[in-house]
């Protein structure tokens, strides 16, 4: 047989038959499914579960009840209510002490995870991220009570220092302050521990060959790198701060004004009957000011991935 002829054999046969063939049907089939196919229930799921809300919330913020018919109507009466008088400043409380929970926590939780990453122990190194992980989660109604029973006005450490003759009061802004710290500490040690865990051995004996003592090298050197990642940290701990809520709620009711009180308020009518909608204008207050910690939060953690990388 010559070679004309098994060109000609070759040409005649039919493609894609035999195993090779099928296999590389398959294969084209596979690459002609999109990927992002596979997001698509978790997109769907991130839909209902976040759109419908917000979606709501929107709709009953800016609807306006007359008071005679009970009617209602769209209107920005509501939000312009939710920035005015009690809420404006219970708005305004909240912004207050998130920024200084978060801003204290930082100082604090940064010398805490350094200590931990130069820590030749690796026990003790995940004893304290894992107890971090926990720490950062526990909230609520146990932490109030664990605080009130401890440094309560009839605490243990109260009673025991006489604090209480000192002026120490637990249910104030202060007090609420260190209650936030409890968790907002360990989540600014998980949050920085990975930009510390960066910070590369060649930069630090650079610094030292020519000269720089441990001071200057975390002033123009360590502290410019993690800038970034300090920043993002301490905008995800001010967000933390600012949605919660039932810490307060049990320990300090409507001793310090806060926003999130001010919605439970508003919602069951405790204050004021028929204020449903002031609530949820208040919530879109705050879904602005968290939208507004996202938009500077995300890009630098982009900039202090890129410096880490």
Known sequence: ?????????????????GPAGAA???????????????????????????????IAMLSGALTVDDPVTGAGSYGTA????????AYLTALLGSVKLSATAAGLAAVLGLPLAQAVVSSRSRALREAVLTASGVLANFGGVPLAFAFVATLGNSGVLTRHFALGDKGWSLYSFWGLVLVY???LIPLMVLTITPALDGLRTQWREAARNNGATGLQYWRHVALPVLLPSLLGGLVLLFGSAFAAYATAAAMV?????????????A??????????????????????????????????????????A
Request: no cysteine; net charge positive.
């Open 1 to 17: 047989m010559t070679s004309d002829t098994l060109t000609a054999s070759a040409a005649a046969a039919p493609t894609g038959t």
């Open 24 to 54: 590389g049907a398959r294969q084209r089939r596979r690459r002609r499914t999109p990927g992002w196919l596979a997001t698509v229930p978790l997109l769907a799921f991130t839909a209902i579960a976040f759109g419908v809300p917000v």
């Open 78 to 85: 509501n939000l312009t209510a939710s920035v005015q008088g």
């Open 181 to 183: 710290l409890y968790f």
């Open 253 to 265: 009711g409507s001793a310090v004004p806060l926003v999130t009180l001010q919605i439970s308020d």
């Open 267 to 308: 919602l069951s009518g405790n204050v004021l009957v028929g204020q449903e909608n002031v609530a949820l204008a208040l919530s879109l207050d705050m879904v602005v000011i968290a939208g507004l910690v996202m938009a500077v939060y995300l890009p630098l953690q982009r900039r202090s991935s890129r410096w880490l």
